[in-house]
């Protein structure tokens, strides 16, 4: 392998008249320093097979190549595809692939589970990504994503500070924040700090899988709302009333006077089990 030389991407970017494109939330991670500790945190070896998201300039890609079996490397920009191609052209265990991740068919790249996931990814992709990923086989067995640091604090939130994100994140695995990464790591300088977030996958998610479309439909009517009771938010639901969600709630012995963000897991499993 070659060895692992730092890419200057503002130059980069500018030799071919490019830019950031904010609407997909790039910001590139430029740190070496940083580049290493992602793949450490990832516990990288060089018997994996590592699904990248948002593959970028392949700065962390290349990290990667060096440590592990083998690299499929996505990305959404086109634009950005020549010069990826480029930059790993001397890893040939990087498969570069132009794709929307959340369309992607994991099967048609990964034979067996125990993949692993690394991805630096904007913050609203974090839930919709971990879905993905976690209700299409094969299975990884563990993500670790750079993502903004509050965001990352809320997956990892317990009760009473809930919140819809870590209930989507911690009903499939176990999440730590493994790492913080400053504002100046990034071009260009997003106005937040970064952290590392790790997920350590179960091998089924906490509830049955044919539950977890309506315990979605529960968490959400109650999280858009989540300043209300639950007797109240849940009210919204269709066909439901005030005191149709008080009953539910009583019966599941849940204080139907709770705010959302104070349920654990386990209650909102009691609560669809009615």
């Keep these: 392998m070659p060895a692992i030389q730092a890419i200057n991407v503002p130059a980069l970017l500018r030799l071919h008249g490019l830019r950031p494109e904010k609407a997909m939330g790039q910001n590139f991670l430029v740190d070496e320093g940083h580049l290493v500790r992602i793949v450490e945190f990832a516990r990288v070896a060089s018997t994996d097979e590592v699904l990248e998201v948002g593959a970028g300039l392949g700065s962390l890609t290349r990290h990667l190549a060096a440590a592990a079996k083998r690299v499929v490397a996505v990305e959404l920009d086109g634009k950005l595809l020549p010069l990826l191609r480029e930059t790993v052209r001397g890893y040939p265990n990087v498969e570069v692939v132009h794709a929307d991740i959340l369309q992607l068919r994991l099967a048609d790249f990964f034979q067996s ?8 990814i904007p913050y609203y992709l974090t839930s919709s990504l971990i879905r993905h990923l976690l209700e299409h086989d094969p299975r990884p067995q563990r993500l670790t994503l750079t993502i903004q640091r509050e965001v990352a ?6 009760p009473p500070e809930m919140s819809l994100l870590a209930l989507s994140v911690q009903l499939y695995g176990s999440p730590r924040i493994a790492h ?6 990034f071009y ?5 700090d970064s952290a590392l977030l790790v997920v350590d996958l179960y091998a089924e998610p906490r509830l049955p899988a044919e539950k977890i479309d309506a315990i979605f439909n529960l968490a959400k009517a109650a999280f858009s709302q989540k300043r209300k009771t639950l007797a109240n938010s849940l009210a919204s639901l269709p066909d439901w009333t005030k005191e149709h969600a008080a009953a539910r709630l009583d019966a599941a012995g849940i204080d139907p006077m709770r705010r959302p963000q ?7 499993g009691r609560l669809l089990n009615l």
């Design 113 to 120: 589970p125990g993949y692993l996931v690394v991805a630096n």
């Design 153 to 158: 604090e809320r997956a990892c939130a317990s």
């Design 180 to 185: 913080h990464i400053p504002a100046g790591a």
């Design 188 to 192: 260009p300088i997003p106005k937040v």
């Design 262 to 268: 104070t349920l654990s897991l386990e209650e909102w």
